[in-house]
């Protein structure tokens, strides 16, 4: 993306990984880049592995471009190359090399005046291509976000439009939008437009753009699970649960919370003052800090690493199970409410 903006493009790109958002976010950059102002028309060409032919390709990445800077020539899929037929043609010759192994040797003398992008969801590390692609710089990682990254992604992606936002409220807007970065986007664009140019992004725009959840409402219902109040948990669920989204949202702002509680004990437990403690678990104001001491008072750390591991176990249920979401998210409650020694599932 940098060198897309500063023009100073290298000829062959491979830009891989599961997260396409990035990927099209790369692409886009990298092919503005390349035209310039010219006519598209006259200087692009889009292929599909496994539909177009290695030496079609190639020949047009040695076109010169018509009144731009650059041609730019895209190849998407590169995965359905199939390696178990690499290195052989269709009538046993072989030295007649595999499209992957075609691009690895243009790479080694490509054309200037060309910008070729290869994208796919993975690449065999073990190929030329990749190898070579890794010692020169030209291969361009776009994985999946982890739950540490996307946060940070979240803040940097509002602040660019205009809109701060606290780390705290962040992270509740990752677990209950993410990890796809093109519904997590989606949702900063929606935020920004409800908070208006200049305005920061709350928790209250959370609750009212993204998901019908409040965070007094998860909160409820952290206290009513912490006094082990089984029937006024059930009633909270009943009252926020909406069976649009299968409950994912309301689970997401309840890890969102539990884990704010178990990064304020740990760091209390290692001395922290409350205020510090408090910055560490991503709150800053001095009122939340102090709502945030109330509310971990009572509750043993032991206590709390046990309803994460819950939450856990049931963001992998309501994912992967048939059974009725809000049947799931109510054992998940009776858990939360159980003692530590009979918390365990049959």
């Known amino acids: 993306m940098a060198q897309a903006k500063q023009g100073k493009l290298l000829p062959l790109y491979v830009i891989v990984g599961e997260e396409r958002f990035l990927r099209d976010e790369v692409v886009a950059a990298l092919r503005s880049a390349a035209l310039g102002n010219g ?30 800077p650059k041609r730019f020539v895209l190849v998407r899929g590169i995965e359905r190359w199939d390696s178990s037929g690499e290195g052989r043609s269709d009538d046993g010759d072989a030295k007649k090399l595999a499209p992957l192994d075609r691009f690895a040797e243009y790479a080694a003398a490509p054309i200037d005046s060309t910008c070729m992008v290869l994208t796919g969801d993975k690449v065999d590390g073990r190929k030329k291509l990749a190898t070579l692609g890794k010692k020169q710089g030209f291969v361009v990682a776009c994985d999946v976000l982890g739950s540490r990254e996307l946060p ?16 705290d409220v962040a992270e509740l807007l990752a677990e209950i939008a993410g990890p796809e970065l093109a519904h997590v986007n989606d949702a900063i664009e929606r935020l920004a437009l409800y908070a208006g140019e200049g305005k920061p992004i709350t928790e209250e725009a959370v609750g009212e753009c993204v998901a ?37 949202p309301l689970l997401g702002a309840l890890a969102w919370s539990i884990r704010q509680l178990a990064k304020f004990q740990a760091a209390a437990e290692s001395g922290a003052s409350t205020d510090e403690a408090a910055k560490r678990a991503g709150v800053f104001q001095p009122f939340r800090a102090r709502e945030l001491a109330q509310r971990a008072r009572g509750l043993r750390p032991k206590e709390t690493d046990r309803w994460l591991l819950v939450l856990a176990e049931t963001d992998l249920a309501l994912k992967g199970s048939r059974r009725p979401p809000q049947a799931i998210l109510e054992d998940m409650l009776t858990r939360l409410c159980a003692s530590s020694g009979r918390a365990s599932r049959a």
Do not use: C, H, Q
């Open 39 to 68: 006519v598209a028309a006259f200087n692009e060409d889009k292929y599909t592995a496994g539909e177009a032919d290695a030496d079609a390709i190639l020949s047009a990445a040695r076109t010169v471009p018509m009144m731009a």
């Open 212 to 248: 019908r959840v409040r965070t007094a409402d998860t909160w409820d219902l952290v206290a009513k699970v912490g006094a082990r109040d089984l029937k006024g948990a059930l009633a909270a669920l009943a009252d926020t649960y909406d069976p649009r989204d299968r409950g994912l």
């Open 152 to 167: 940070n992604w979240i803040r940097e992606r509002a602040t660019a439009r205009g809109n701060p936002i606290d780390p």
